[in-house]
């Protein structure tokens, strides 16, 4: 059963610094992994989508890496801005046991950036 | 384009009563999700609908919970007696393609549900 955990589940860090967020998985036979943006009473907004094969994907100040063989994923985060400030799940998708494609979501890092 | 309408955003019930969902996917989108969000957890998919069949209902608490996909577009999600457990986000989603490939997963705003 595919496992996915983020490390820290919250972070603050002040205007203008760069971070990393971290996302591990259990299960390396992934097709792609998936980096979300969840603002307070909003739904889930799409950031970087990675492809198995690949092992970052670039988006503006956003940079997200894949290490397949270690079940690893990071996101990045140049030059933070308060506008920043929201939960970031990351997700996996794999097959299941009923032989469909899954997302298995993470718990979320919520982050907030301080002016 | 539109994106994924759900309604209502918020619902308060008591225990032991019923509630639905609707949500209506972008258009053309063949797959439409519905997940539970818990409260300081990721989303938990309940249902997968490919057209208006099911792919995948295995974390689905048949005993309560119901959805349907009728003619392969909008979806309604039904819980039917509502437990205190139950409250949570409900979010729908849709993806044109498969997740495997370029497909992207795009979600609506999520329905709000307190069970008192």
């Known amino acids: 059963k595919q496992e996915v955990t983020q490390i820290p589940a919250a972070l603050s860090v002040p205007e203008g610094e760069n971070l990393v967020l971290n996302c591990s998985f259990t299960?390396?036979?992934?097709?792609?992994l998936q980096w979300f943006r969840q603002d307070p009473g909003k739904g889930l907004t799409s950031l970087l989508l990675?492809?198995?094969?690949?092992r970052e994907q670039t988006s503006g100040r956003l940079n997200a890496s894949l290490d397949k063989s270690s079940g690893r994923s990071t996101l990045y985060i140049a030059a933070s801005q308060p506008g920043d400030s929201a939960t970031y799940l990351c997700?996996?998708?794999?097959?299941?046991?009923?032989?469909?494609?899954?997302?298995?979501f993470g718990t979320g890092t919520r982050l907030t950036i301080i002016p | 384009e539109a994106g994924v309408a759900q309604s209502p955003r918020y619902k308060i019930i008591e225990k032991r009563q019923s509630v639905a969902f609707w949500c209506n996917p972008i258009?053309?989108?063949?797959?439409l999700y519905w997940y539970q969000q818990i409260l300081g957890q990721g989303p938990k998919l309940l249902i997968q609908?490919?057209?208006?069949?099911?792919?995948?209902d295995s974390q689905l608490p048949k005993d309560r919970f119901s959805a349907e996909r009728l003619k392969g577009v909008d979806s309604t999600l039904k819980i039917q007696p509502a437990k205190l457990e139950d409250s949570a986000v409900y979010l729908c989603?849709?993806?044109?393609?498969?997740?495997?490939?370029?497909?992207?997963?795009?979600f609506g705003e999520g329905s709000r549900l307190t069970v008192l």
């Open positions: 989603a849709s993806s044109l393609e498969g997740l495997a490939a370029t497909g992207e997963l795009f």
């Open positions: 299960d390396s036979a992934i097709y792609n």
């Open positions: 990675i492809q198995s094969s690949q």
């Open positions: 997700a996996v998708i794999s097959i299941s046991n009923f032989g469909n494609e899954k997302l298995t």
């Open positions: 258009s053309g989108h063949a797959t």
């Open positions: 609908f490919q057209n208006n069949g099911v792919v995948d």
